[in-house]
């Protein structure tokens, strides 16, 4: 994993130093460095994990939201229907009093000073007859439709309910994660802080030099017109804030700076980095090519788009900007290609990268970027 804490561990330095502290509530004699390092990327793991599923969860609510609405307004419509079809029933009922008479039809034919006449009309009041039938047939079926669309409505607010209650929780495993973090790193030395930053940062140095070497990464390729598209996206949004949960356009998270990277180039993907790595075509590295997007983690709960020669563009974590890292950064699980039938540019010319492109940690924690509430 990258030195995700590097960021937060110079400022806690700085902070220090500032002070003429030696020490920040020294941590326990007995944890090694190493021990410290493992327990402070296990923390954030799970952080991350539960914050893409967080963002899954908001996607299913957003469209369960809209199924919501749907349902509604259909159910609007059929209690106005319904509401009409009575309307319509009563006045059949009234007019149906207001014209009842003892006279059997044979003796009205008997008195009547123009038999073809009355039947004729005879002929009439079936039509209206069955015209009231057909009314009341629909009345009928406007009210089994009323209810249906009743029960169907409040089933899918239930689900609604249900997929907030979720979120909720997961938004609370995510904020308890981020505080074990932070109450973590502010227990130790200077000196650990220190140590732990330059084991990470040489952690992250050797995988991206085994990379290197292993000749993964040795051809130089063209993006297709739409990968070159998200490349240029996402060069344009270094320096912005990770936040979070975001999506563009002032801050991103990981997945949220991929997903409106290809958004700009007219193509639609998942929202979270699970479901990229699940739904999109995957590539080997061997064949990657700027703007497919490189996948960490086991549980692919981190994402970043790639931007050629090694390297790519990435939101880390909470307390960094969007920014060039190696794309050994964080422990590789693969590539996906959004655009898999997409041609090969001939020529391509990598966007100007801006002043400090590749500065700052590779990842990191920082109590001013929380989650939302």
Known sequence: MSAWFLGRACTVVA????????TVAAAPPERSVSALLTELQTLYRQAETASEAFNATEEQLKKQRAESARLN???????LALAGGRAEAGRLAREQYQGHSTLSPYLRL???????????QGHLIRRAAAGRAATVARLD?????????????????????????????ERDTVQSKLKQVEKLLT??????????????????????????ESGALTHTRSPSKEGGAAVAYAVRQIGKPYKWGAEGPGSFDCSGLTQQ????AGRTIPRTSQEQWRRLPRVPLTEVRPGDLVVYFPQATHVAVYLGGGLVIQAPRPGTRVKVSPVAANPLLGAVRPDPAGVPLKSYTPPRLPEGAEAGSDAGYGSATAPPP
């Open 15 to 22: 902070a220090a130093a500032a002070l003429g502290a030696t």
């Open 141 to 169: 079926g406007a009210e089994r439709r009323a209810e249906d669309l009743a029960a169907r409505a409040k089933a899918a607010l239930d689900v609604q309910q249900a997929l907030a209650d979720r979120q909720k929780k």
């Open 187 to 212: 227990s130790l030395t200077v000196g650990q802080l220190t140590e732990l930053a330059r084991l990470e940062q040489a952690a992250v140095d050797k995988a991206q030099r085994e990379l290197l």
């Open 73 to 79: 307004a259909r159910l609007a419509d059929a209690r």
């Open 110 to 120: 008997l008195l009547a000073k123009d038999p073809q006449t009355l039947l004729d």
């Open 261 to 264: 990277a290809w958004a700009s």
